[in-house]
């Protein structure tokens, strides 16, 4: 069955790129009302963006929803994994800013949040996007793939010249709880070199050594070192769940991501629903949607560094 949250959730921080402070809130929806975000500091026009794949502002750097009327959210990637993770399918996302606060950098403080108010279960079915055939897209060395799949798998390698991160492979099946187990707790992670260029073009105007994890060649600038040896191809999968829960509704398949990031991902969506052989709306039964994200969490799972 298709779920929401039980009462609404508060989160208050500063976007990652922007610096600049919001207050966001999770608030439970209707069966069928997926996912929407509303910045509520617009006064006039439109300022609901739907969370979906061909709302995507593509961007390097983080995800990016845009509306017919230019209003946009930035950074949403976390909140998504989180949402999917839980297994919520609906919600309305009131935010009064621009960006979404990054707090620790990864999707923890959003999942305890989430599973400390709880979440409801509706009576209208889960409908899930199947995978028929595989659907690939690669650039500049980089490749992400769907597959058909009895479930939802995501797998994932990265390849750093840095010595603090350089080459991981990872993959988990999403089912049972994972996410919160295994992933949600992974965080954002940079180079100094890159943050210096960043911060040249008037971005990661928030990021501390607090809320990213910041290595310089074989050194791990942020106090404590990383949570796990793998933490950043975990952060990767992390990143991955946000961006494909924007494709309307769970997906039964498995993601095989090579070096990929945002953009990639999104095309990768764009592409599979270009192709209408390749997908399939199908209603779940209990035994399906037993092997979605968020069927199986226990809160008492959900790691306590964050």
């Known amino acids: 069955m298709q779920n929401t949250l039980k009462t609404p959730v508060t989160f208050e921080g500063v976007g990652l790129h922007s610096g600049a402070p919001a207050r966001m809130v999770l608030r439970p929806a209707a069966a069928g009302q997926s996912i929407r975000f509303c910045r509520t500091d617009i006064e006039l026009g439109d300022g609901t963006i739907p ?7 593509r961007t390097p750097l983080c995800t990016r929803l845009r509306n017919d009327a230019g209003v946009s ?6 909140v998504m994994a989180a949402l999917a993770g839980c ?3 609906n919600a309305l996302i009131e935010i009064d800013g621009p960006e979404v606060p990054i707090l620790d950098g990864s999707a923890a403080p959003f999942v305890r949040g989430i599973m400390k108010h709880g979440v409801r279960r509706l009576s209208t079915p889960v409908t899930a996007i199947q995978i028929l055939k595989p659907v690939t897209v690669e650039r500049d060395g980089a490749r992400a793939s769907l597959l058909p799949f009895d479930g939802f798998r995501i797998g994932f390698t990265i390849d750093f010249a840095d010595k603090a991160i350089g080459r991981q492979s990872k993959s988990l099946d999403m089912g049972n709880g994972t996410f919160a187990r295994e992933l949600c707790d992974s965080r954002t992670f940079c180079r100094q070199s890159d943050i210096d260029a960043m911060r040249d073009q008037g971005l990661a105007l928030g990021g ?22 793998d933490e950043a191809v975990r952060h990767k999968m992390l990143d991955a769940l946000g961006d494909l829960a924007l494709a309307g509704g769970p997906i039964l398949g498995r993601y095989v991501g090579e070096k990929a990031g945002h953009t990639l991902t999104n095309t990768l969506l764009r592409a599979l629903f270009a192709q209408p052989d390749a997908w399939r709306r199908v ?9 979605l994200p968020g069927e199986g969490l226990v809160p008492a799972e959900i790691p306590e560094v964050a």
Do not use: I
């Open 87 to 89: 297994g919520v399918h």
């Open 208 to 229: 501390t050594l607090q809320n990213a994890v910041v290595v310089d060649g074989d050194r791990v600038l942020s106090p404590g070192g990383f949570r796990y040896a």
């Open 283 to 291: 209603v779940c039964d209990a035994e399906t949607a037993a092997r």
């Open 73 to 78: 959210v930035s950074t949403v990637e976390h």
């Open 51 to 57: 969370a979906l794949w061909n709302r995507v502002d």
